[in-house]
DNA sequence: GGAATAACCTGGATGC
DNA sequence: TGCATCCAGGTTATTC
């Protein structure tokens, strides 16, 4: 499932072709790719004729490319299982292709671009790019302290040398739900998804219904430099894929499954201690965690 | 206002 | 073999 470290994949894959590149032709193939978008098919595709690429942009999983001319910027949500693959001008139409855009570049000559989504999460949209309220760059991929409405409440991701630390610490501090699910609402922390937030709880040895209000700053910060430290990692390596739902703009799998110590280990030996990981059910999902290494405490 | 939950969606895995 | 059911999970609207 592509999360912060898989949309970075995607993004620092993308910006090389994407940027400097004029979009040739744009063809919408199932509007169910536009739920974001405010307009027609139509709209989306005549909005995009025609312009420039500036950058190829991230926040959290959120990307975004800002189109030269305009304060618009086309946004990107891969949700479960979209892909952004690169293709020669002419390729065969993918299986759960949504939307293809043909591009020229300068360097580069000419590209499709894919968005291919099975599971039908994710979508494009175009969209206003609004200041920053901090005035620093909106994310990853960009020098412009610009981001898209749709991504305005989207907090700063740990990768972000802009994020803020100490809100970081205030607003876990005053949060009585589990901490797990805290680290899931992108609104307080960005990029962290089901997978991340299980290994980064495992490396500080946090268990997942620990009310977040009761951590100490200490582990709070042991927590942060995990996730950090995990997702860092798993960037290395390309990512996490478990099927073909997750693959770079090339279509290649990342190698970090086989780094994973919690998620999808279900009565696998924990490598620190040797009990078995346990997986139980989280709201509509699971968390896996080890029952020695992460006791639950009061 | 904060927290919890359901719904959206497709295809692979599993059970009968 | 074929059909039904379950499960995966990011985001958002709805409900409590």
Known sequence: MPELPEVEVVRAGLAPAL?????????????????????TSSSFESELLGRSIGAAARRGKFLWFPLEGARRAVVAHL????????????????????IRWDISHPA?????????????????????????????????????????????HIARDPLDPAFDRARFHREAARRSSAIKRVLLDQEFVSGIGNIYAD???????????????SLA?????????????????????GGTSFDAQYVNVNGQAGYFAHSLEAYGRTGAPCSRCGSAIVRVAFTNRSSHYCPRCQRRRP
């Open 19 to 39: 940027v400097g590149a004029r979009i040739e032709a744009c063809t919408v193939l199932d509007p169910r790719a536009l739920t974001r978008h405010v307009g």
């Open 79 to 98: 949700g479960m299982s979209g892909q952004m693959l690169l293709r020669e001008p002419g390729a065969a139409t993918e299986r759960h292709e949504r």
């Open 108 to 152: 580069h000559g000419e590209l499709s671009v894919l968005f291919v989504d099975q599971r039908t999460f994710g979508s494009l949209a175009v969209d206003d790019l609004l200041p920053t309220p901090d005035g620093a760059a909106g994310g990853r991929g960009t020098d412009v302290p610009e981001v898209p409405s749709q991504v305005a």
């Open 199 to 213: 290994e980064a709880l495992w490396a500080a040895r946090i268990h997942p219904e620990t009310p977040a209000s």
């Open 217 to 237: 700053r200490v582990s709070r910060a042991r927590l942060l430099e995990s996730a950090i430290a995990v997702m860092t990692k798993a960037l290395a390596e």
